[in-house]
């Protein structure tokens, strides 16, 4: 039997980079003070700031809610988007709600059907934007929207260092280097545009948020997106990371933190770019921002005012909302 480095438990998880086997306590104990560093190394919120986390209901946004309620460093209320991709969106919804309640978590779900769309329907419009692209931007304005509009103080998402790196990679290797410079533990606050972005989970492994998922017995929505795809690209470079890191473990984490260490000198790149959006008022690089612009071309109007104002109407400043939908 394989001890725990902290206790005489039986360990059931070895984490290389670390040199360490852990039972399930002290692997707990291991993530919550990792997860507090990381916060903390990279300024992403203070005690007390209130943080809306963007939850999808697959593992990592679970386990991320999960990790933050147990730190209590913020208050915090969870945002799930119902995509309206049948099935696969009432289970992720469902399992959101539950996990909220049963912790006594104030959640938040926006419901792209109120809004006469879907991803699915977005897609299916905008030929020439793959169905994840679009997502992305339809997730990434409404957590935007719903802390700008609610008064909070940042956005924290569940990617992860093995994805994370990956598009670090990707973006250095098609020489797309304003996407290179957007990737970031913290992106800062632009006044009146933009929420400030953190990623807690920067320096994670997907393993280590695995088990803790399985060690708790989580509920989590285990299939994945319908629309997903990985590229040719991202598959290659995935293969030759997982090959260094079981060559060098950490190595993952070196590139993150070399990686942070230049992006974060100068954060005030994006920044320089910004506008605002003519039809909503939030940040756009363009005369309209990417979600007004789908919305505009699949729906024949932009959706962005109009879904701004729901989420003031639906919620109002009391966020003592749980079970509240858009």
């Given at each position: 039997?394989?001890?725990?480095?902290?206790?005489?438990?039986?360990?059931?998880?070895?984490?290389?980079?670390?040199?360490?086997?852990?039972?399930?306590?002290?692997?707990?104990?291991?993530?919550?003070?990792?997860?507090?560093?990381?916060?903390?190394?990279?300024?992403?919120?203070?005690?007390?700031?209130?943080?809306?986390?963007?939850?999808?209901?697959?593992?990592?946004?679970?386990?991320?809610?999960?990790?933050?309620?147990?730190?209590?460093?913020?208050?915090?209320?969870?945002?799930?988007?119902?995509?309206?991709?049948?099935?696969?969106?009432?289970?992720?919804?469902?399992?959101?709600?539950?996990?909220?309640?049963?912790?006594?978590?104030?959640?938040?779900?926006?419901?792209?059907?109120?809004?006469?769309?879907?991803?699915?329907?977005?897609?299916?419009?905008?030929?020439?934007?793959?169905?994840?692209?679009?997502?992305?931007?339809?997730?990434?304005?409404?957590?935007?929207?719903?802390?700008?509009?609610?008064?909070?103080?940042?956005?924290?998402?569940?990617?992860?260092?093995?994805?994370?790196?990956?598009?670090?990679?990707?973006?250095?290797?098609?020489?797309?280097?304003d996407q290179l410079y957007k990737i970031s533990p913290v992106n800062p606050e632009i006044k009146g545009l933009a929420a400030r972005r953190v990623?807690?989970?920067?320096?994670?492994?997907?393993?280590?948020?695995?088990?803790?998922?399985?060690?708790?017995?989580?509920?989590?929505?285990?299939e994945k997106c319908p629309f997903k795809y990985v590229g040719w690209l991202e598959r290659i470079i995935r293969d030759l990371l997982e090959k260094?890191?079981?060559?060098?473990?950490?190595?993952?984490?070196?590139?993150?933190?070399?990686?942070?260490?230049?992006?974060?000198?100068?954060?005030?790149?994006?920044?320089?770019?910004?506008?605002?959006?003519?039809?909503?008022?939030?940040?756009?690089?363009?005369?309209?921002?990417?979600?007004?612009?789908?919305?505009?071309?699949?729906?024949?109007?932009?959706?962005?005012?109009?879904?701004?104002?729901?989420?003031?109407?639906?919620?109002?400043?009391?966020?003592?909302?749980?079970?509240?939908?858009?």
């Amino acid at each position: 039997m394989v001890k725990c480095h902290f206790c005489e438990r039986e360990a059931m998880v070895r984490l290389p980079y670390a040199r360490l086997n852990l039972c399930e306590r002290h692997f707990e104990e291991y993530l919550l003070r990792k997860l507090e560093r990381s916060i903390a190394r990279y300024g992403m919120f203070k005690k007390g700031e209130r943080v809306v986390v963007g939850v999808s209901g697959g593992k990592d946004s679970i386990v991320l809610a999960d990790l933050l309620s147990k730190l209590g460093w913020a208050r915090l209320l969870l945002v799930h988007v119902d995509l309206g991709i049948g099935e696969y969106s009432r289970r992720s919804s469902e399992v959101v709600r539950r996990f909220s309640v049963e912790r006594g978590l104030d959640y938040f779900i926006v419901r792209l059907l109120d809004y006469n769309t879907s991803i699915p329907e977005l897609a299916s419009t905008l030929r020439s934007r793959s169905p994840c692209s679009v997502c992305g931007a339809v997730k990434r304005y409404i957590l935007n929207a719903v802390s700008l509009d609610l008064g909070f103080d940042a956005v924290a998402t569940a990617h992860h260092g093995d994805d994370i790196s990956v598009y670090i990679l990707k973006s250095f290797l098609t020489q797309d280097y304003d996407q290179l410079y957007k990737i970031s533990p913290v992106n800062p606050e632009i006044k009146g545009l933009a929420a400030r972005r953190v990623k807690p989970f920067y320096e994670f492994y997907e393993f280590e948020i695995e088990n803790f998922a399985k060690t708790k017995n989580l509920t989590y929505v285990s299939e994945k997106c319908p629309f997903k795809y990985v590229g040719w690209l991202e598959r290659i470079i995935r293969d030759l990371l997982e090959k260094a890191e079981e060559e060098a473990p950490g190595f993952k984490i070196s590139l993150l933190r070399s990686h942070a260490r230049r992006v974060l000198a100068v954060e005030g790149k994006s920044a320089e770019k910004a506008k605002a959006c003519a039809s909503c008022g939030l940040i756009s690089e363009g005369p309209e921002c990417s979600f007004c612009r789908i919305t505009r071309r699949a729906l024949g109007y932009p959706l962005g005012l109009q879904l701004r104002r729901s989420i003031v109407n639906s919620v109002g400043f009391n966020i003592r909302t749980v079970g509240r939908q858009a």
